[in-house]
T-cell receptor
Framework: DAKTTQPTSMDCAEGRAANLPCNHSTISGNEYVYWYRQIHSQGPQYIIHGLKNNETNEMASLIITEDRKSSTLILPHATLRDTAVYYCIVRVRNDYKLSFGAGTTVTVRA | EAGVTQFPSHSVIEKGQTVTLRCDPISGHDNLYWYRRVMGKEIKFLLHFVKESKQDESGMPNNRFLAERTGGTYSTLKVQPAELEDSGVYFC??????????????FGPGTRLTVL
């Protein structure tokens, strides 16, 4: 059963920020928000995760709303190589198996 | 450092035959996961090894699938006999025990299985 809702697809201009929304209205206190992406013909790749605070790493930023019912993944300067399917996943603490939904197909255009 | 590797990259077999997929995790990773995406569906969890022990095999579809991880190193996933609905991409992932970014799952490129 899907615990997250994401738009099916979105386009982004190269060099601009890409903001990917995710709804997880039924998230519980012991569940993390994870983001993975899958570039064509490759395996899924970990991007970032958070519990309740905003997080940033070399790939992206994750903004989680105060009520934790939604989040946004931000790719600050999208490149053509960021074209991929992006998955927002809710994972229970101490249970590392991942439940992938349909994800958002992001196409970065020159 | 080498990533997760999977062999073969692509396998084409006939219905009723047997196929064995192999996964070599990142060295030192105790945790090994199998996932698969069958045609038109989402990526689904199959099972999880901790070293050589099966920690969670709740996603294994039926008894035609047998996963092993002898010695806690590489793992094999055998499908016997293969059916048409087994066609898809099988992913392996490994994870180092503990906390932190480097304790997340690293995925291999997958094995594309086609059953004719």
């Amino acid at each position: 059963d899907a615990k997250t809702t994401q738009p099916t697809s979105m386009d982004c201009a190269e060099g601009r920020a890409a903001n990917l929304p995710c709804n997880h209205s039924t998230i519980s206190g012991n569940e993390y928000v994870y983001w993975y992406r899958q570039i064509h013909s490759q395996g899924p790749q970990y991007i970032i995760h958070g519990l309740k605070n905003n997080e940033t790493n070399e790939m992206a930023s994750l903004i989680i709303t105060e009520d934790r019912k939604s989040s946004t993944l931000i790719l600050p300067h999208a490149t053509l190589r960021d074209t991929a399917v992006y998955y927002c996943i809710v994972r229970v603490r101490n249970d590392y198996k991942l439940s992938f939904g349909a994800g958002t197909t992001v196409t970065v255009r020159a | 450092e080498a990533g997760v590797t999977q062999f073969p990259s692509h396998s084409v077999i006939e219905k009723g035959q047997t196929v064995t997929l192999r996964c070599d995790p990142i060295s030192g990773h105790d945790n090994l996961y199998w996932y698969r995406r069958v045609m038109g569906k989402e990526i689904k969890f199959l099972l999880h090894f901790v070293k050589e022990s099966k920690q969670d095999e709740s996603g294994m579809p039926n008894n035609r699938f047998l996963a092993e991880r002898t010695g806690g190193t590489y793992s094999t996933l055998k499908v016997q006999p293969a059916e048409l609905e087994d066609s898809g991409v099988y992913f392996c992932a490994s994870r180092q025990s503990g906390r932190g970014t480097y304790n997340e799952q690293f995925f291999g490129p997958g094995t594309r299985l086609t059953v004719l």
